[in-house]
């Protein structure tokens, strides 16, 4: 199966500053990613689509000017949060459809959990 | 735009019996409906999909089915383990949404040895 890795695995901040999750997928080519956010004992909450080469496209409720979120490549999307606090600590998990083929199967990354002091 | 409903939360079984967990969707549009394993801080796995083609689907001790009419598909495992144990989320996505999943709110399953 295709692989998609995440960096940082797990990182800890003061609250108020700005913090990047990279998604990268290792072995295919995605021009679409998507980034979710799952609070403890809670679903995957889609929160934004990111497009290669192109704005990316959030679900009603997420800022974007919060979640800035990049699509630099084609197997390299960002997502920063900006001025995080403590009410944004959740584990935030990268997935990726591969490009040019018509099965919907997407592979996840391995999340990033992110806690903000 | 979809929504996803899933039944029940928790579910608690003796090891060896069968465990199903429902979900309806909203979408008749939806085409594909993919189950996924989840444990404590990891990514979600995916366990078993099936298509809108397909009435039902089965990997071993796993089995889907669904009911396009009814718009509802469910997941069966049988001779449960206790490493069966985890939360499971179904999904459903259509081409027309660019592969975007919407998720189930989730099963906890607990498989007492």
């Known amino acids: 199966g295709a692989v998609v890795s995440q960096h940082p695995s797990w990182v800890i901040c003061k609250s108020g500053t700005s913090v990047k999750i990279e998604c990268r997928s290792l072995d295919f080519q995605a021009t679409t990613m998507f980034w979710y956010r799952q609070f403890p004992k809670q679903s995957l909450m889609l929160m934004a689509t990111?497009?290669?080469?192109?704005?990316?496209?959030?679900e009603q409720g997420v800022e974007k000017d919060k979640f800035l979120i990049n699509h630099a490549s084609l197997t390299l999307s960002t997502l920063t949060v900006t001025s995080a606090h403590p009410e944004d600590s959740s584990f935030y998990i990268c997935?990726?459809?591969?490009?040019?083929?018509?099965?919907?199967?997407?592979?996840f990354g391995p999340g990033t959990r992110l806690t903000v002091l | 735009g979809e929504n996803v409903e899933q039944h029940p939360s928790t579910l608690s079984v003796q090891e060896g019996d069968s465990a199903v967990i429902k979900c309806t969707y909203s979408d008749s549009a939806s085409n594909y409906f993919p189950w996924y394993k989840q444990e404590l801080g990891k990514r979600p796995q995916l366990i078993i999909d099936i298509r809108s083609n397909v009435g039902e689907k089965k990997d071993q001790r796993i089995a889907v089915t669904l009911n396009k009419t009814a718009k509802h598909f469910s997941l069966h495992i049988t001779e449960t383990q206790p490493e069966d144990s985890a939360v499971y989320f179904c999904?459903?996505?259509?081409?027309?949404?660019?592969?975007?999943?919407?998720f189930g709110g989730g099963t906890r399953l607990m498989v007492k040895p």
């Open positions: 999904a459903a996505s259509t081409n027309n949404a660019g592969n975007m999943l919407t």
């Open positions: 997935s990726a459809p591969r490009s040019g083929r018509a099965d919907n199967e997407q592979f």
């Open positions: 990111s497009n290669e080469g192109s704005k990316a496209t959030y």
